[in-house]
């Protein structure tokens, strides 16, 4: 954590960014090369852009590495996935640690081998006590099914007694859904040149700025990412009022 970033916009910043990391397959097929090969080098993309994000001062910074779709890739894509996730966790925990991030992790445990299972609870514990970055990567998340958790878990207060129907309102939602305790993402950033969500945070991206670029995740390095991040300013947050009542509001 050396170079010190050069933040040359002005205006509001966001507080937390929400990312799909896509694009490492074709990185690695348009170099002849196999498909865990992007991986790979997608590994190095992702710890830089956690460098940059504590030296920006992002309050929340939220990763897609596997969703609850990816499984039904080929076995081998697959366990090379959840080997390399494993393995990475395990060599950047203790930097992870000294930095000040906390990391957590969203999406349904309760599938991952006991190694991955032990690493990830490791990872949690190790950073649980520090007060700077909130990263939270999505494994095994899938939008959906963070809906139907939350669901379940009100209707079983309802069940029990301690919450009633009419009580039940959108900020119920937002306290039982993930990332509950961080703000909303203000800038969401796809890479590998797709226009879509692919079932990533579907709650929480209601108002969300999206920014989209061609570039596959194994090139979106430092650079890359303090353009998106500069875009955020130029755009104007209008959460349903007019242009003029926004302004007014001044919304960061
Ligand atoms: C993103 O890259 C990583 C994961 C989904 C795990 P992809 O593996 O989806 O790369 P492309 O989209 O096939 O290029
Ligand atoms: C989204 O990428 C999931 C992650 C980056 C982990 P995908 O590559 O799985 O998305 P689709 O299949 O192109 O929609
Ligand atoms: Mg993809």
Redesign the pocket.
């Not at 897609?64 to 969703?67: K, R």
């Given at each position: 954590m050396t170079n010190p970033v050069e933040v040359t916009h002005q205006g509001p910043k966001p507080k937390h960014v929400a990312i799909?990391?896509?694009g490492n397959g074709r990185w690695a097929e348009a170099r002849n090369r196999p498909r865990a090969f992007g991986h790979q080098e997608g590994v190095k993309s992702t710890r830089e852009i956690v460098e940059v994000g504590v030296e920006y001062g992002l309050e929340a910074l939220t990763l897609?590495?596997?969703?609850s779709?990816?499984w039904q890739r080929p076995k081998k894509e697959v366990d090379l996935l959840m080997g390399l996730l494993q393995r990475s966790l395990k060599k950047e925990s203790p930097e992870l640690a000294r930095n000040n991030i906390r990391v957590r992790f969203i999406g349904d445990m309760s599938a991952f081998s006991d190694v991955l299972a032990e690493q990830i609870q490791k990872t949690e514990l190790d950073t649980t006590h520090n007060t700077g970055l909130n990263l939270t990567i999505?494994l095994n998340y899938g939008g959906r099914w963070d809906i139907t958790q939350a669901v379940r878990q009100i209707a079983q207060e309802v069940e029990r007694g301690t919450l009633t129907l009419q009580q039940i309102d959108g900020d119920v939602m937002a306290k039982h859904v993930c990332l509950a305790d961080v703000p909303d993402p203000d800038l969401f950033i796809r890479t590998?040149g797709?226009y879509?969500v692919?079932n990533?945070l579907l709650w929480q991206l209601a108002y969300t700025e999206l920014y989209f670029t061609p570039v596959y995740w194994p090139d979106f390095r430092r650079e890359q990412f303090l353009e998106a991040l500069a875009e955020f300013p130029k755009r104007q947050r209008r959460f349903g009022l007019t242009g003029e009542q926004a302004s007014r509001k001044n919304f960061a």
């Open positions: 799909i990391m896509d897609f590495a596997f969703s779709e990816n999505a590998g797709e879509r692919s990533y």
